[in-house]
């Protein structure tokens, strides 16, 4: 039996973004473990930890931000590099998951790259997976080692709470897909649900036409929340429509903050008054504007940590309400 108090807890940081790891670091109390990550000159990747691991419970932290391939690359490299120094277990803490909007086969000769990124972190030796707002509820079930799925709900619900009036407020899915998430967000706050209904041409990407919108707007504050931004088109047509519509004021939320180019640039001059998104991502000084407010998820994930770590309920910290 091993007792809690002979029990080593690891953090090691990937280098896509060090900040959340070390925040996460400080909110366990505990100093990040240098991986020591280089390339060799043809771009090969190559880490080797500062300190021993043989027993301990690794955490490797590494977001799969912008280059993807490469942060995906570099966190099955640190992976094996834990395995074969002989971790007890090895948990990948990817705030952002890569590849998840390829979770399904929507077109014939397509692949399923999430599955595929699923496949290589077990086979690199991960023990299990932690997670913020995957895509789709799906992906729970391409890994057979245990997942734990935050939501970043509390952090942003918590932002609602401080700053609009539920009477006045209205929560809008920006598509139909959103639509059992946005409605637990109603729930929790006690205010309005409204909908809007899109259609994505056949044979494009990153494009989306914003058809019509199911509830009511008019006059009211309406706060547009999705799981990630990309480009943000379709989240600044879903605006334009529910101005066409009467919304009196308009906020965009959203978990994971891509704002893959022309991103910025759209939301800035969309009517919307703030963009609020928690910091899974790093956001670079050019994806920065005016309207843009960046909310701590480093509480959160070193609290699902602190849970795995003790063998504790990782669902408590979200009332049983970690489910997409």
């Known amino acids: 039996m091993e007792s809690l108090s002979k029990r080593r807890l690891v953090i090691v940081s990937g280098r896509c973004h060090p900040a959340l790891a070390q925040d996460v670091a400080d909110n366990l109390g505990v100093a990040l473990t240098n991986a020591n990550v280089r390339e060799f000159a043809n771009g090969e990747i190559h880490c080797r930890f500062d300190e021993s691991v043989r027993g301990a419970h690794v955490f490797i ?23 074969r120094a002989s971790a007890k277990s090895i948990t990948a803490v990817i705030p ?4 998840a909007r390829q979770d399904r086969k929507s077109a014939g000769r397509e692949p399923i790259t999430a599955k595929l990124v699923a496949d290589m972190l077990q086979t690199a030796g991960a023990t299990r997976v932690l997670s913020v707002d995957f895509h789709s509820g799906q992906i729970q079930g391409f890994f057979d080692i245990p997942v734990d799925h935050l939501v970043a709900a509390p952090v942003l619900e918590a932002y609602l709470r401080e700053n609009i009036d ?4 209205v929560v809008v899915a920006p598509d139909a897909g959103r639509v059992k998430v946005a409605e637990r967000y109603a729930q929790h706050l006690g205010c309005d649900l409204a909908l809007v209904h899109k259609t994505r041409p056949k044979g494009t990407a990153n ?3 914003a058809r019509h919108i199911v509830g009511d707007v008019v006059g009211r504050h309406c706060v547009l929340i999705d799981d990630m931004i990309d480009t943000a088109g379709t989240i600044v047509a879903a605006c334009d429509l529910l101005k066409e519509h009467g919304a009196d004021d308009i906020w965009v939320m959203a978990t994971h903050a891509v704002f893959s180019p022309p991103a910025a640039e759209r939301l800035f001059n969309a009517p919307v008054s703030r963009v609020i998104v928690t910091d899974t991502l790093p956001l670079t000084p050019e994806k920065r504007f005016e309207k843009l407010e960046i909310l701590s998820i480093a509480p959160l994930i070193a609290n699902a940590i602190s849970a795995i770590f003790e063998d504790s309920s990782v669902s408590e910290i979200f009332g049983g309400e970690n489910l997409l």
């Open 166 to 169: 539920p009477k006045k407020m």
């Open 96 to 99: 952002n998951y890569g590849y």
């Open 207 to 209: 494009v989306v036409e």
């Open 61 to 83: 932290v590494q977001t799969h931000a912008t280059p993807v391939n490469d942060a995906v690359m570099e966190q099955l490299i640190m992976i094996d590099a834990a395995k």
